[in-house]
């Protein structure tokens, strides 16, 4: 198992030089050539299972960071999830999710992602920035669906 956890490690490394670099795809597919050495690997101790479940979350965070980076955010939803399924409370990948939802239309996942990232770092100013925007979205799209249904009965 430590080969693997080695062989995957490596391969997360070269993904993060193709972030860096801003190639995205490729980035996004080393990640997932990372997370495969994991599909059929059932760990034999809890220490193990920490580093194996310690490389995913890197890992599927990283592709949510492609997918927002390309404004694929149904992706970049389904990478969030996998972060939250390992570690419910990892506050990059619920923010993450909340950009996702956001660029969805979804304002009100995104407003409550937002504000549970902000529990856990109150200060974070990019957290407070984007849950305003996402208040201000939800109101103009509030706003707009009113007047077109107005319109619509009259």
Do not use: W
Not at 50 to 73: D, E, F, P, W
Not at 138 to 145: D, F, P, Q, T, V
């Amino acid at each position: 198992m430590q080969d693997i956890i080695q062989l995957a490690t490596a391969e997360k490394e070269v993904g993060n030089k193709y972030y860096i670099s801003r190639n995205i795809k490729d980035a996004f597919e080393t990640y997932e050539k990372a997370l495969d050495y994991f599909r059929y690997c059932f760990p034999d101790d809890e220490d193990e299972k920490k580093a194996m479940n310690q490389i995913k979350i890197i890992c599927y965070s990283n592709q949510a960071s492609c997918m927002l980076q390309i404004k694929n955010y149904r992706k970049g939803l389904a990478c969030c999830q996998e972060v939250i399924k390992l570690n419910p409370n990892h506050m990059k990948c619920i923010f993450k999710r909340g950009q996702c939802f956001a660029g969805l239309g979804d304002f009100n996942e995104a407003k409550n992602d937002f504000l549970r990232a902000l529990q856990q770092d109150p200060e974070n100013k990019t957290i407070k920035s984007a849950l305003r925007k996402v208040i201000q979205n939800r109101s103009a799209y509030l706003k707009k669906k009113k007047e077109i249904t107005q319109r619509m009965f009259t």
